[in-house]
């Protein structure tokens, strides 16, 4: 049988051989993300995935990319953990209304296709896919010359979840003194990016000295550190917990994400010395002189994720979190208000 191969296409900059190459360094990586519902193998024109038994259906779809913290890895020359970000990205939407994540599909983008560089990146994905418990059913490597710088690249993603109708949650049935619980984050995870790279100055800074004041981590490590993925934790207090609402703190921070899960003519407040802030936080805002309000309205703050329960309810929360694996906290309470959020 003749093989793919096209000298014209090379000496425009695109080698289609590095692409297959690509694809065989990373398939022992998707390998590990395989879960029961896959019908499919890597190489095909689409991801085949059976639903399952779920008595009314509801799929739930999240999309998002890794932004401009692709600068630090580039930097760093470190490229198996933005998969993570990627992942975490789209699945921690996803279980916001309670839904379970099914599949992931990635999409790269290069100026040059470096097979093992691309392999790293997609070591990173299925991390982030076996972390989240669905699986890589497919993606795209496209190489671009011309349009990236050869050292670069883009990376994006989509999952698909499922969730039964009847559990869908219903914030509708938030009230006056309901509890917010914390998830702590593992530090900056893919928001932001472009304060902190103007902040930090990354591209002459020193990213690899180890801080004091960042535990003993360098500033590119702690950085890189990838966004913690929330699912199963989730889920599991989802099957055990009336859970009223959840927010996935992103871009915008608190100020954004928190009102998104929070009906009219209720608040959430939050006690600000309740806060759990992580050191690079405090980091950004002395360097770059950031005011408390605009840090709270474009960084997590260390907090990931909000979940509000019923205050009856909250002691049992926090038990199935922490026994999760998740260091939850009460952060603060809904009130009758006009205004979808407080910090004081």
Known sequence: MEKSYSESYKAAGVDITAGYKAVELMKSHIKRTMTEGVCSDIGGFGGLFELG???????????????TKLKIAFL??????VGIDCVAMCVNDVICCGAKPLFFLDYIAVGKNVPERVASIVEGVAEGCVQAGCALIGGETAEMPGFYPVDEYDLAGFAVGVVDKKKILDNKKMKAGDIVIALPSTGVHSNGFSLVRKVFDVEKADLKTPLEALGGKSLGETLLTPTRIYVKP????????KVKAISHITGGGFYENIPRSIPEGFGAKIERKAVKVLPIFDMLAKTGNVCERDMFNTFNMGVGMSVVVAKEDADKALSILRA?????YIMGEIVKSSNKIEIC
């Open 53 to 67: 038994k779920v008595k009314n259906p509801v799929l739930v779809s999240g999309t998002d990319g890794v932004g």
């Open 234 to 241: 989730i889920l599991e207090l989802i099957k055990d917990a």
């Open 324 to 328: 999760n694996g998740e260091n939850a």
């Open 76 to 81: 760093m020359d470190k490229h198996n953990t």
